[in-house]
């Protein structure tokens, strides 16, 4: 038993040293100065806690390892960015903003331990997180019940934000998309007749389909035919033959990039040369590697392009490249926007208690996000424009935004 | 075998002694109830802890007492907890009249609800075990395996149970008291299971599957019977982990999660109880305590906390592997922690085994 204690002494110390050891080498994304001396002190006890009286700190919960790593990564630049930023300006009421970020590991019960975390050992004022809305839902309800704030900068899913009014978002929901690109069919592509081809097994699609169909009905359009599909299908000649002999002028296929590929190559070689449209889903650098020049022509509604020309977002960008060496993604302009409306009510906040952030943060009224215009309405959504985007010789460029 | 046996309770009269154990639990209880009412963080980690060690010390009765090989468990949790949770969310607003007050109602309510997912999972413990537990070693252990899956595929493409987005705004009516309950219940049933002559039957069977078949023992009923307990258990787990963590999704109960349980077991010894209540406990606060040593040894610095759950599996692997070149038959062995504790105090004495 002696030698099996030992090695489990050195195994942990052989963990924290190579950790250690990797350190200086990490890129370090602290926020705040003058922290590094105290933490030795404090490492012993291994407890960790809330800051001290200069200091606000901000929770953040993201998806740090795990399938949805990128997500997370992105969306944490963003916030480190925006807090570096507001930190540089001056910080909230002459404190200095510190985020404190969890991992967790994409599973909604690691996100419901975090952000427990968060607000009962570390007392956050403000709670940013988590793009999978399944991991909203499950930290939204711990939020609520410690009158704790929380903004989530990517969870398009309508019942995050249903949970109570503590919790907010600065994306738009699922149910806009639909909208939006259901009036640019028609307003500016001209478009009379659509056929929709949707992923049965998400709702995210299945909720992009419904809003697009009664919407562009409304405007006068007309949906031909609705074929269905299973995430993870190889063969959708038999949905894509039907669709053919509808004849639409348009094809709608609210579905994740990874399908969308396959059907529009498949399309293609079925003699189908209807514009395709979609959605946010369709966002990933590997669209086009997947899809090929089958894509070209297409259209899909996203929330944020960088190559937006308003001189903010430009700026952002700018930044952003400066910090980070890379373009932010849609992910990373979502955080960035919710730290910063985060800061802003927390400014016009009379005081950090969760209840005055969380009424300074439903005032929020035409806020310049990167990502968009932001105005919280009554259900705590943000009511914000989506742009258009078009594909192009395998890359996407920036059409226009749709306003609600 | 008197490895087994539990340590006696003298002077206790014949007919207290199946109660008293419970009896004394209920005021510990609802003084830890008291204690943790402000500390929210410490209840959620210790019901992560108190499920964790039910799914171990439930699963040890199969792999661990009857030497049946199944990493299906999080299958069966999957089923408690969905079932659980659909109860609950279907009878949000239902409030039995004869009750004093809505907590109370609530309460009820949590429980029937806990043993109905423990019911149904045990029924899928039957119609699993009853076929699959006539096969033997790694056959029996790609049965489970699969089950697992099917449970999980089948709840991913079930529009009731939410899909892939999975069941949310389950009420949360969990509590320390009700978590450590179940952990004290799912113990004692272990232990008396241990100490029975159906216990003796599922060590037999362990120890040699034909020579138990001679001598008698009906194995597959018995191996059937130590399964079905193993899945109630796991289904109350399920169940216990819906109410506290408030959503669950498919993703939270893959072959990963079985994993987890078997290392669990396996480490603390297979057919110890007392080894895998220790190893849950180890296995499941060491990624916590690791983020709280790194986020302090970084200052907050968000990539050093990012690094935690990174090297969390390969720290699994490296105790595992150590642990079975050192010890392979895990923590404890087969023996209890108050046969291993006094050997381990006086250092080994001569002659003592």
Same mark, same amino acid.
């Given at each position: ?31 705040? !100065? ?97 793009? =999978? ?13 410690? !009158? ?45 007749? =659509? ?11 299945? &909720? ?72 946010? &889903? ?42 980070? &060496? ?47 215009? $932001?105005? $919280? ?28 | ?14 007919? %207290? ?11 510990? @209880? ?13 209840? /959620? ?49 239902? /409030? ?15 429980? +029937? ?21 006539? %096969?033997?070693?790694? /056959? ?44 004290? %219940? ?35 009923? /018995? ?9 109630? +258990? ?9 109410? +506290? ?9 893959? +072959? ?47 990539? @050093? ?39 381990? @105090? ?8």
């Amino acid at each position: 038993m002696r030698v099996l204690r030992f090695a489990v002494v050195a195994l942990m110390a052989l963990g924290c040293a190579t950790a250690c050891e990797e350190r200086p080498k990490t890129q370090e994304s602290e926020t705040t !100065q003058g922290t590094g001396a105290a933490t030795g002190a404090i490492a012993a006890s291994g407890e960790t806690g809330p800051a001290d009286a200069n200091t606000i700190l901000i929770g953040e919960v993201g998806s740090l390892t795990g399938p949805e790593a990128t997500f997370g990564v992105s969306t944490r630049n963003g916030i480190d960015l925006a807090i570096q930023q507001e930190n540089a300006a001056g910080g909230v009421k002459g404190k200095k903003l510190k985020v404190r970020v969890y991992d967790d590991q994409s599973k909604p019960e690691e996100a419901a331990n975090a952000v427990t975390r968060l607000i009962s050992q570390d007392r956050v004022a403000v709670i940013l997180g988590e793009v =999978a809305s399944s991991n909203s839902l499950a930290m939204a309800p711990k939020a609520q019940a410690a !009158q704790t704030p929380m903004i989530t900068p990517s969870s398009t899913n309508e019942k995050v934000t249903q949970v109570g009014d503590y919790i907010f978002r600065v994306c738009f929901i699922d149910a806009f998309q639909g909208y939006a690109m259901a009036k640019f069919a028609h307003d500016t592509l001209k478009v009379k007749t =659509a056929a929709i081809l949707k992923d049965q097994k998400s709702d995210y699609s299945l &909720g992009l389909t419904k809003v697009f169909n009664t919407k562009f009905t409304e405007f006068g359009g007309k949906i031909v035919t609705i074929e269905a599909y299973s995430k993870g299908d190889t063969d959708f000649r038999a949905q894509l033959t039907a669709i053919k002999s509808a004849k639409p002028e348009a094809l709608y296929i609210p579905g994740y990039y990874t399908d969308i590929g396959v059907i529009a190559r498949q399309a293609r070689e079925l003699g189908i040369k209807t514009i395709l449209l979609g959605g946010d &889903g369709w966002e990933s650098p590997t669209l086009t590697e997947l899809g090929g020049s089958a894509l070209d022509g297409s259209y899909y509604t996203n929330h944020y392009s960088p190559e937006d020309p308003s001189p903010h977002v430009q700026q952002f960008i700018a930044e952003y490249r400066k910090v980070y &060496g890379a373009v932010p993604d849609s992910l990373a302009a979502l955080g960035y926007d919710a730290a910063r409306v985060a800061v802003d009510a927390m400014r016009r906040a009379k005081d950090l208690t969760g209840p005055s952030i969380r009424d300074a943060i439903a005032q929020t009224k035409a806020f310049p996000g990167v990502a968009g215009t $932001i105005s $919280i309405d009554e259900n705590r959504n943000a009511v914000k424009p989506a742009v258009v985007l078009k594909v192009e010789d395998g890359k996407t460029k920036f059409v226009t935004t749709v306003s609600p | 075998m008197e490895s087994v046996a539990a340590p006696r309770f003298s002077g206790v009269p014949g007919w %207290l002694r199946g109660p008293l154990p419970i009896l004394l639990s209920l005021p510990i @209880l609802a003084l830890a109830q008291w204690a943790t009412a402000q500390a929210p963080f410490l209840v /959620y980690i210790a019901s992560i802890v108190g499920v964790n060690v039910i799914l171990a010390v439930s699963l040890n009765i199969v792999n661990g007492m009857t030497g049946q090989f199944s990493i299906g468990h999080a299958g069966f949790m999957a089923v408690g907890a969905y079932i659980a949770g659909k109860f609950s969310l279907e009878t949000k607003d239902v /409030y039995l009249p004869f009750m004093q007050s809505v907590a109370a109602s609530d309460q009820l309510m949590f429980v +029937f609800a806990l043993l109905l997912g423990g019911a149904v999972a045990a029924v899928f413990g039957f119609l699993v075990g009853l076929p699959s537990l006539r %096969l033997k070693g790694d /056959y029996l252990a790609i049965v489970t395996l699969g089950f697992g899956e099917i449970i999980r595929v089948i709840v991913q493409n079930t529009e009731m149970f939410g899909r892939a987005l999975g069941l949310s705004g389950i009420p949360q009516r969990s509590s320390i008291f009700m978590v450590m309950f179940w952990v004290f %219940l799912t113990i004692l049933a272990a232990r008396r299971i241990a100490s029975s002559a159906h216990g003796r039957s599922l060590l037999a069977i362990r120890e040699d599957e034909i020579a138990a078949e001679a001598m008698g023992v009906n194995t597959t009923a /018995y191996k059937v019977r130590a399964f079905v307990i193993s899945a109630f +258990f796991a289904g109350v787990a399920g169940g216990l982990f819906a109410h +506290f963590v408030g959503i669950i999704n498919p993703g939270s109960f893959t +072959f990963v999660k079985s994993m987890e349980i078997v290392v669990m077991i396996v480490a603390g010894g297979l057919g110890s109880t007392t080894g895998s209540i220790v190893a849950a406990v180890f296995l499941t606060l060491l990624p916590e305590a690791l983020r709280s040593i790194f986020t302090q040894l970084g200052g907050g610095d968000q990539t @050093l906390a990012q690094r935690v759950d990174q090297i969390r599996m390969p720290i699994y692997g490296m105790l595992l592997v150590a642990l079975m070149l050192l010890r392979p038959q895990g923590l404890f062995g087969t023996k209890e922690i108050w046969d291993v504790a006094p050997k381990w @105090l006086s250092r080994r004495r001569k002659g003592m085994r």
